[in-house]
């Protein structure tokens, strides 16, 4: 069973359109993640949620928006797409212990979206 | 298949020769580090994590040094095999209020020639 699951793995679409990614996690984890990766290979996160909550918000267009149904899922949509959204996302999870984030995060495989 | 433009700092080694990934992370309040490893078309996987209490860690085939007065991790791998072969990254904790996370390095990749 894959831990962290992202769909889809590849996306081709063009300038203006939505396109959303989903992300299910089956650790048992707390904490989610999306994390975006650019041609030069440099991971910068820009979401993180705790048990629904939005924990960490950063630098990103309004156009990315995070949605947690439930603490297994943490799905990224994004409005209106451009061609410097193209990008590896990757969906991550990590665990709590003690009340607090330890630890490695579990990385999924990555989504491959290519803006045209 | 990789992108065009890379410019990776790429370190090419042997079969059989240790190597020795270094990378330097920017936050002095750091207390946790780890060094993952991403093949082509794959998601990091972890490799092997320190916490700022220790000097260096051990694993299979692998070590991990930690010298906080420089702010300078390094990972080694002996006997590197053909399977190393993979971009990898060093990464710390995030410390502050917002939350836990782990800030990414660059990434080296590692090239293992027979």
């Known amino acids: 069973d894959t831990a962290v699951s992202q769909t889809p793995k590849y996306l081709v679409t063009q300038m203006g359109n939505d396109k959303s990614i989903k992300c299910e996690q089956n650790?048992?984890?707390?904490?989610m993640y999306w994390y975006k990766q650019d041609s030069k290979k440099f991971l910068k996160i820009m979401f993180s949620?705790?048990?629904?909550?939005?924990?960490i918000n950063e630098t990103v267009p309004n156009r990315f928006s995070p949605k947690s149904p439930d603490k297994a899922h943490l799905n990224l949509h994004i409005n209106s797409l451009e061609l410097g959204d193209s990008a590896v996302y990757f969906c991550?999870?990590?665990?709590?212990?003690?009340?607090?984030?330890?630890?490695?995060?579990?990385f999924g495989e990555g989504s491959r979206l290519t803006v045209l | 298949g990789e992108s065009v433009g890379l410019h990776l700092p790429t370190l090419s080694v042997q079969e059989g020769d240790n190597s020795i990934i270094n990378c330097a992370y920017s936050n002095s309040a750091s207390d946790y580090f780890i060094w993952y490893k991403q093949e082509s078309g794959k998601g990091p996987q972890f490799i092997i994590d320190i916490r700022s209490n220790m000097d260096k860690r051990q694993g299979q085939r692998v070590t991990v040094l930690l010298n906080k007065t420089v702010k300078h991790l390094s990972l080694q791998i002996a006997a590197t095999q053909p399977g190393d072969s993979a971009v990898y990254f060093c990464a710390e904790n995030i410390v502050g209020n917002s939350g836990y996370a782990l800030n990414f390095g660059k990434g080296t990749s590692l090239l293992v020639t027979p």
């Open positions: 991550a999870s990590s665990r709590i212990a003690g009340g607090f984030n330890t630890g490695e995060l579990f």
């Open positions: 949620y705790n048990n629904k909550e939005l924990i």
């Open positions: 650790l048992g984890h707390d904490t």
